[in-house]
């Protein structure tokens, strides 16, 4: 743990240094939450039956699938991110010869990011719930738990995009394809049962489509725990499942980065 916090501490000090294009970009987050209200409005009369089982309020829906996407994006590329810039500034290979396990390292690198995009995601929910968002603020714990598996799952995928950095310097289209089909098909703008059936089906393996059900469920609507479980066993299936496979995958990666002996050439 000291080692995450200290490599987390590194990457705030080197934001601190842009304190004011940080505050802006909060100021500017807080700013979307306005016309988002309005546009919402305008939409409420065509979705509300759709989202009537996961709050009827197309304001809080569009919210939380916002801040949902923060937390996504960040998950999936803040290690790809983390590992090519340390790569381009010669200290990767550093940090892999200390004693600290390569699991801690990762966690360390992408820390700072995750913890910011939690920070934007939750600060989007209060500014909604200022406006007029009703959220049932005691189910909290729960939906702390799905963020966990949300960022478990995609940041396995992550790993797959590091070890696609480590091997070709580069994770080509993976990132994009990943964000933007999570997007389309996870239910962030829209219900997933709204789709066509054909698309219906790819959205049974996106893991953002239960973790924002499930969220919906407990954190608008104020259903029971009980009423998202099974959508939280299926995202802990896809979690469990991504670091077995995102982890063998970057584990073959970075052997073949180090026989190559390329881990210093960027």
Do not use: C, K
């Not at 790569?87 to 699991?103: H, K, S, Y």
Request: cysteine-free; aromatic content about 8%; proline content about 4%.
């Amino acid at each position: 743990m000291r080692s995450i916090l200290a490599l987390v501490r590194v990457a705030m000090l080197s934001a601190a240094s842009y304190r004011i294009a940080t505050v802006f970009s909060f100021v500017a987050l807080l700013a979307t939450v306005v016309p988002i209200y309005f546009i919402s409005g305008a939409i409420q009369p065509i979705v509300q039956d759709s989202i009537q089982l996961e709050g009827g309020q197309y304001f809080g829906f569009l919210i939380v699938g916002i801040g949902a996407t923060y937390v996504l994006a960040t998950a999936v590329g803040a290690v790809p991110s983390a590992i090519a810039g340390s790569i381009g500034n010669g200290t990767f290979e550093a940090l892999l010869v200390t004693r600290t396990p390569l699991p801690v390292i990762l966690m360390g690198l992408s820390g700072y990011p995750l913890l910011q995009s939690i920070l934007r995601a939750t600060l989007l929910l209060i500014g909604a719930a200022v406006i007029g968002v009703q959220v049932h603020w005691s189910a909290l714990p729960y939906v702390l738990v799905i963020l966990v598996l949300l960022i478990v799952a995609y940041g396995s995928i992550g790993l797959v995009a590091a070890a696609l950095v480590l091997v070709f310097r580069t994770s080509g289209p993976l990132l994009t394809a990943v964000i933007a089909g999570s997007g389309l098909l996870g239910g962030v703008y829209y219900s997933t049962t709204v789709i066509p059936a054909w698309l219906q089906s790819l959205s049974a393996i996106v893991p953002l489509t239960y973790a924002l059900r499930a969220t919906r469920v407990v954190l608008l609507a104020g259903g029971s725990w009980s009423a998202g479980l099974g959508d939280v066993l299926i995202l802990s299936v896809f979690a469990a499942t991504g670091v077995l496979v995102g982890s063998a995958v970057f584990g073959l990666a970075l052997r073949h980065a180090r026989s190559a002996g390329t881990l210093s050439q960027y």
